[in-house]
């Protein structure tokens, strides 16, 4: 099973680009990235999903690397309330029965 | 539109008893699942659903049972509550596919002394 590892945790400034990366050494042909974000008392809210390249939407970009091994989560200009748990997901796209959340990393923005 | 919702919000127990948490969506979603938050660690899963009258074990399923008898609809029974399962979960559902984003209820937070 593919399993995902990412920082615990990461500080940054309003304004500034953050970037989270993820490591999936064993991601499967099939299988997708997903990402998502998690406030407290909250449940996961989808943010980003690609399989390759890059994907860009609203809110953040992904960039994969050709092997695909790793994968980052970019916001553009971070806000105070992008403060957030976020977890990368590699989703099976295969009959496998589990979906694996890491224990995501923790972000800080500051004023 | 709802989405996803989850009955009840907070619970307390008694180590031996049993109770159901109720997940209900309104998406018209095939998938369901059911996962566990401990505090300062990643969603696990306990059980999920491809569709009405289907369920399948995840990570975690020891000490729980699921049932998908309506499609709106996927129970996650503790029949004998354990300190252990002290933990948040969150029910979730997706249209189709592992691949489908899924959409997560609120979370019921579950407390066995």
């Known amino acids: 099973l593919a399993k995902t590892t990412q920082p615990i945790s990461m500080d940054s400034y309003e304004g500034q680009e953050v970037n989270i990366t993820c490591s999936h050494n064993?991601?499967?042909?099939?299988?997708?990235i997903t990402w998502y974000q998690q406030f407290p008392s909250q449940g996961p809210r989808f943010i980003i999903q690609?399989?390759?390249t890059k994907v860009t939407n609203e809110v953040a970009s992904l960039f994969i690397p050709a092997d695909r091994k790793s994968s980052t989560l970019s916001l553009p200009r971070g806000s105070l309330s992008d403060s957030a748990v976020y977890y990368c997901l590699v989703a099976l796209y295969s009959s496998a029965s589990k979906i694996i959340f890491g224990s995501g990393t923790r972000l800080s923005i500051r004023p | 539109n709802a989405g996803v919702t989850q009955t009840p919000k907070f619970r307390v127990l008694k180590t031996g008893q049993s109770m159901t948490l109720l997940c209900a969506q309104d998406?018209?979603?095939?998938?369901m699942y059911w996962y566990r938050q401990d505090p300062g660690m990643g969603l696990r899963l306990i059980h999920y659903s491809v569709g009405e009258g289907t369920t399948a074990k995840g990570e975690v399923p020891d000490g729980y049972n699921v049932s998908r008898l309506k499609k709106q609809n996927f129970l996650l029974g503790l029949e004998s509550a354990a300190p252990s399962q002290t933990s948040v979960y969150f029910c979730a559902s997706s249209p189709g596919q592992e691949t489908d984003t899924q959409y997560f209820g609120p979370g019921t937070r579950l407390t066995v002394l």
């Open positions: 998406m018209n979603h095939e998938y």
């Open positions: 690609g399989y390759k």
């Open positions: 064993n991601i499967a042909t099939n299988d997708y």
